[in-house]
């Protein structure tokens, strides 16, 4: 079995969890390298002399699954690499909440059994979306989470239209709307008010930002809904949409902004038994019963 395993250096200082986690896993009879999640200016961080980093094409090349090292941003960036290379992906917990993560680093014993093959794959419904301007595709991108679409820095507010499958759904005045997948529901869309959903389940969620609005609501559409979102057609306020917590895509007034259920799908490993709701209450904040 050939384990790709991807650290953030910014999170495991020294790679001592990545380290730790190969030791074992080779131990147990598994293949390993390593590959950095993201690109980073090697100068800035420390990484051991002794460790060799493959390139993306090359480390999964032949790989059965991946091991990320870092907090929630890491593992999403991870699990949507791994997708494309159809390796599924299991999640170490180096950050504050670790909603994605399988493991935290006290747990690395039970890399073992994946060796041993006792873990499943969970898959997670993905989002494809694109910006449309003048009857062009000027943006591409897939979400796992969710994408974003917020008013610019200047404290103003901008109107907004969200329709699924050409049908008005809401319009309301605010500081942006969030189009979720499940797995996004205990991100950003929990935060300004939406639902916490099974991320198994397959809906798209739909949650204004701060609206300036009575009737405004979340809502959750099914996940064959086509749903579109634009500014007002009168607006010459800014916006900003961004995916997954990327880098920001300036919209245009007249741009709109198109979502649909994803053929793509991320796979996640588990190897614990704990049920979502246990996780929902450790990680932000509830109480076990």
């Not at 950095?36 to 090697?42: D, G, N, T």
């Not at 090359?58 to 890491?74: H, I, N, Q, S």
């Not at 709307?177 to 798209?204: C, H, L």
Request: charged letters at 25%; glycine letters at 8%; a positive charge.
């Amino acid at each position: 079995m050939k384990i790709v395993l991807s650290p953030n250096p910014y999170r495991d200082k020294g790679l001592k969890a990545a380290q730790n986690a190969q030791r074992i896993l080779c131990q147990a009879g598994a293949e390993t390298c390593m590959c950095f999640p993201f690109a980073l200016e090697r100068e800035n961080v420390e990484v051991p002399a002794h460790l060799e980093f493959l390139p993306e094409e090359e480390a999964f090349a032949g790989a059965d699954l991946m091991v990320c090292f870092g907090g929630d941003g890491t593992i999403l960036h991870a699990a949507k690499d791994a997708q494309r290379h159809g390796v599924p992906v299991l999640g170490v917990n180096l950050g504050s909440v670790g909603f994605m993560a399988e493991l935290e680093t006290a747990e690395l014993s039970q890399l073992e059994r994946l060796i041993q093959g006792k873990y499943r794959v969970e898959e997670r419904m993905m989002l494809d979306v694109s910006v449309r301007r003048e009857g062009k595709t000027v943006y591409r991108d897939q979400a796992l989470n969710d994408a974003v679409i917020t008013k610019g820095a200047v404290a103003r507010i901008i109107d907004l239209e969200v329709k699924a499958d050409g049908v008005s759904v809401a319009r309301f005045s605010g500081d942006g709307v969030i189009v979720s997948t499940p797995t996004g529901s205990t991100a950003y869309a929990m935060s300004a008010g939406g639902p916490i959903v099974e991320p198994t389940v397959e809906n798209i969620l739909v949650t204004p930002i701060c609206p300036h609005a009575l009737h405004a609501r979340s809502f959750v559409l099914d996940s064959h809904r086509s749903v579109s979102a634009r500014m007002g057609k009168l607006s010459r306020k800014t916006a900003y949409l961004s995916v997954d917590g990327g880098k920001a895509f300036r919209l245009s007034a007249s741009d709109q902004v198109e979502l649909h259920r994803s053929r793509a799908r991320a796979r996640l490993i588990r190897l614990t038994n704990r049920s979502f709701y246990t996780i929902v209450n450790q990680k932000l904040g509830g109480h076990d019963r």
